[in-house]
Nanobody
Framework: QVQLVESGGGLGQTGGSLRLSCAAS????????MGWYRQAPGNQRELVAT???????GYADYVKGRFTISRDNAKNTVYLQMNSLKPEDTAVYYC???????????????WGRGTQVTVSS
C-alpha cells in the first residue's frame, strides 16, 4: 500500500514563508513525477507546481517566482517552499505522485490527504 503524507502546513503571514513536505512510502518500484495542487473553499483543485524525477520543474503563473518545488529521490520526498505568501494562497495543499509499481508498468497516480495552509492578512 502506497501512502503520500504531507506535513508543514499551518498559519502564515502575508509576506512570510512556509515549507511543505510530502513523503511517499510503501511497496513501490520507484516514483515518477511529483507535484502539488491546492483547493480553496468553493474552488476547484488547481495545479501549483510539478517536478520530474530528473528535476525539471513547472509552475502555475500565480505562484511563479514565489514558490519553489524540489525533491529528494533517495527519500521519495517532494518539497514546496512558499515565500511571499498572499492571503489568496490559503487552501488545502495536496501532494501527488506517479508511482511505478513494477518494471514495464505505467505510473499510477496517488494523492495525499492534504495539509491546510492559511495566510493571514
Amino acid at each position: 500500500q502506497v501512502q503520500l503524507v504531507e506535513s508543514g502546513g499551518g498559519l502564515g503571514q502575508t509576506g512570510g514563508s512556509l515549507r511543505l513536505s510530502c513523503a511517499a512510502s510503501g511497496s513501490m518500484f520507484s516514483v515518477n513525477d511529483m507535484g502539488w495542487y491546492r483547493q480553496a473553499p468553493g474552488n476547484q483543485r488547481e495545479l501549483v507546481a510539478t517536478v520530474t524525477r530528473a528535476g525539471t520543474t513547472g509552475y502555475a503563473d500565480y505562484v511563479k517566482g514565489r514558490f519553489t518545488i524540489s525533491r529528494d529521490n533517495a527519500k521519495n520526498t517532494v518539497y514546496l517552499q512558499m515565500n511571499s505568501l498572499k492571503p489568496e494562497d490559503t487552501a488545502v495543499y495536496y501532494c501527488t505522485a506517479g508511482i511505478f509499481m513494477g518494471i514495464g508498468l505505467p505510473p499510477r497516480p496517488y494523492w495525499g490527504r492534504g495539509t491546510q495552509v492559511t495566510v493571514s492578512s
